[in-house]
């Protein structure tokens, strides 16, 4: 048998949310493939749609930071972060880990968000 690398994806939200002060957190669900290539770059993609100047994201896994940005309404795009897979789910494959949004200042809506990693697979 050889093994191989192949792109995947998991949507892990296609709706819109927003986060401001009042409602500042919101945390996604995703499944950490039992074959997830840990060595490899993951991608975390979203569509962003800044409200208030001033405003600012981070998204963590636990409290593994991942990605954080100041933006104002001229930043409303998509928007994406790579990071190493182990940086992130080292020891969590095949568990569900939360990748938790936050909005400390100003106010921003987030839609259609994917994750893009690399899993390792046997082909004969």
């Given at each position: 048998?050889?093994?191989?690398?192949?792109?995947?994806?998991?949507?892990?939200e296609?709706?819109?949310?927003?986060?401001?002060s009042?409602?500042?957190?919101?945390?996604?669900?995703?499944?950490?493939p039992?074959?997830?290539?840990?060595?490899?770059?993951v991608v975390?993609?979203?569509?962003?749609?800044?409200?208030?100047?001033?405003?600012?994201?981070?998204?963590?896994?636990?409290e593994?930071?991942?990605?954080?940005m100041?933006?104002?309404?001229?930043?409303?795009?998509?928007?994406?972060?790579?990071?190493?897979?182990?940086?992130?789910?080292?020891?969590?494959?095949?568990?569900?880990?939360?990748?938790?949004?936050?909005?400390?200042?100003?106010?921003?809506?987030?839609?259609?968000?994917?994750?893009?990693?690399?899993?390792?697979?046997?082909i004969?």
């Amino acid at each position: 048998m050889k093994e191989i690398s192949i792109a995947d994806f998991q949507v892990l939200e296609m709706g819109a949310f927003t986060l401001d002060s009042e409602n500042s957190e919101k945390t996604l669900g995703f499944t950490i493939p039992d074959d997830m290539a840990l060595n490899q770059v993951v991608v975390l993609q979203a569509k962003i749609t800044v409200i208030r100047d001033g405003s600012a994201f981070e998204v963590k896994v636990g409290e593994t930071p991942i990605w954080g940005m100041k933006a104002n309404p001229s930043h409303t795009r998509g928007v994406w972060q790579t990071f190493i897979a182990k940086q992130a789910f080292a020891d969590q494959k095949g568990k569900t880990v939360g990748l938790s949004f936050s909005v400390p200042t100003g106010s921003i809506s987030f839609s259609d968000i994917v994750i893009w990693y690399q899993r390792n697979i046997s082909i004969q």
